[in-house]
C-alpha cells in the first residue's frame, strides 16, 4: 500500500494503526515495510520477489535499504494476504 502522499500526523497515525494491529515495522531511510505474521499465507511471493530485501536466515529478515524503494513496493504489492505493507517516507 502507498502511503506517501500523507501530511506527517496522518502517517504517524497509520504507523500506531499498524503497529496497533499487530504489524512489525522495518524502518528504511526511503521507506518503511510493516509485516503481520498473523495474516501472512506463507505464499512465499516476498522471499521469491527479492531475497535480499525478504531474508529468513537474517535478523531482522526485512531490511528496506537492501534493495530500492521500487523492488520494494512491487514486491510488497504481490502479497495476497496484505500481511506486508509500507509507507514512503
Keep these: ?10 502517517a504517524d497515525v497509520r504507523d500506531k494503526e499498524l ?14 515495510v510493516y509485516f503481520n505474521t ?21 535478523k531482522p529478515w526485512i531490511i528496506p535499504d537492501e534493495v530500492d524503494v521500487a523492488t520494494v513496493v ?3 504489492d504481490t502479497c495476497p494476504s496484505g500481511a506486508l505493507q509500507y509507507r514512503h517516507k
Aim: hydrophobic share 30%.
Design 1 to 10: 500500500m502507498f502511503y506517501g502522499s500523507e501530511s506527517r500526523d496522518s
Design 74 to 76: 512491487n514486491v510488497i
Design 19 to 32: 503497529l496497533e494491529a499487530g504489524y512489525r515495522a522495518y524502518t528504511g531511510e526511503k521507506i518503511d
Design 38 to 58: 498473523a495474516i501472512c499465507q506463507h505464499s512465499g511471493n516476498c522471499v521469491r520477489g527479492s531475497a535480499k530485501l525478504f531474508n529468513l536466515k537474517r
